[in-house]
C-alpha cells in the first residue's frame, strides 16, 4: 500500500456522499479497509458493519425504500451468496442497489484462492443482466456516480467493481 490510498478512500467517500449516499453497509475486506474506516468516522453516513451479505442487500434496499440514499461494500466473493436475494427481491420489485466490489482474483490478485472469482464474477453479472463498472484508475472515480445514478434511473441494481491497484493507490500513472 502507498501514500495515495487514503486519498483514493477519501474521493470514494466524497463521491458517494455526492450522490446523497446516508447510509452505507458494509462487510470486512482488507482490500476496502482504508474507505470503510473512512465512512465509518465520517458524519456524512451512517454505517452499519454486517456480518452477512444479505444483510446488506436487506438493509440498502430498506433504505432506499425510506427515500435514503444507500451503498453496500463488500468483498467479490460475498457478493456471490447473494444471488439469489437480488434477483428475487431487486429485480423483482425494482428496487434499485449499488454495490462497491472489489475485483478479487483479477489481475494484481495475490491470493490464489480468488481465482474462482476472477473467473467467475464478470460471466455472472452477465449472466443475470446486472450492469457494473470496472474503476482501475483514479481518474475514473468519478464513474461512481454515474453508476449509482444509473440505478436510481433504471430502478435495478448496479456493481461498481474496485481493483485492488486502485485500492492500495497504486493504480493510474504507475
Request: aromatic letters at 6%; proline letters at 5%; one cysteine or more.
Amino acid at each position: 500500500m502507498n501514500s495515495k490510498a487514503p486519498d483514493v478512500a477519501k474521493r470514494i467517500a466524497d463521491e458517494l456522499a455526492a450522490c446523497d449516499v446516508k447510509l452505507v453497509a458494509s462487510l470486512p475486506d482488507n482490500w476496502l479497509m482504508n474507505v470503510i474506516k473512512l465512512i465509518d468516522a465520517d458524519k456524512r453516513f451512517t454505517h452499519v458493519p454486517v456480518n452477512r451479505e444479505e444483510s446488506a442487500i436487506g438493509l440498502c434496499s430498506g433504505a432506499y425504500m425510506g427515500a435514503m440514499g444507500s451503498a453496500a461494500l463488500m468483498g467479490a466473493s460475498g457478493f456471490m451468496t447473494v444471488i439469489y436475494a437480488i434477483t428475487k427481491i431487486n429485480y423483482t420489485y425494482e428496487i434499485p442497489l449499488f454495490l462497491l466490489l472489489t475485483l478479487r482474483g483479477a489481475g494484481g490478485d495475490h491470493h490464489k484462492h480468488h481465482i474462482s472469482n476472477g473467473l467467475y464474477l464478470r460471466p455472472v453479472l452477465d449472466a443475470i443482466n446486472m450492469p457494473y463498472q470496472v474503476i482501475d484508475d483514479p481518474e475514473d472515480i468519478g464513474l461512481i456516480s454515474r453508476s449509482y445514478h444509473h440505478t436510481r434511473t433504471f430502478s435495478r441494481p448496479m456493481v461498481v467493481l474496485l481493483t485492488r491497484d486502485l485500492l492500495r493507490g497504486q493504480a493510474g500513472g504507475h
